[in-house]
Nanobody, 122 residues
Framework: QVQLQESGGGSVQAGGSLNLSCATSGNFGSMLCMGWFRQTPGKEREGVAVIYSLGGMTYYADSVKGRFTISQDNAKETLVLQMNSLKPEDTAMYYC???????????????WGQGTQVTVSS
């Protein structure tokens, strides 16, 4: 069974930095794609950054390009999001996600963590 657990959230002032981690248990080698999403009350969850395990390609939302960096620590089976130059508009609940193929089918299943709160004050 796949489990994802985020950590590293907190409160910082604008311009500060935070590092989010997503510890995984189960099937790390089968996670074809992993990413970070965020959500604020009343809004839809939005993608922040994604990394493809095969090849290591990364993609970012325009709002975080140049400030956030996504990476995988394969030895620790952990997903990391380094966030620099934080802005108040980055305030949100941040979720880790992993896409894993469903054996014997053409489909993949997205697994979610419980989220970690990031609050940036001006």
């Amino acid at each position: 069974q796949v489990q994802l657990q985020e950590s590293g959230g907190g409160s910082v002032q604008a311009g500060g930095s935070l590092n989010l981690s997503c510890a995984t248990s189960g099937n790390f080698g089968s996670m074809l794609c992993m990413g970070w999403f965020r959500q604020t009350p009343g809004k839809e969850r939005e993608g922040v950054a994604v990394i493809y395990s095969l090849g290591g390609m990364t993609y970012y939302a325009d709002s975080v390009k140049g400030r956030f960096t996504i990476s995988q620590d394969n030895a620790k089976e952990t997903l990391v999001l380094q966030m620099n130059s934080l802005k108040p508009e980055d305030t949100a609940m941040y979720y880790c996600a992993a896409d894993i193929p469903i054996a014997g089918s053409v489909y993949m299943k997205r697994h979610w963590g419980q989220g970690t709160q990031v609050t940036v004050s001006s």
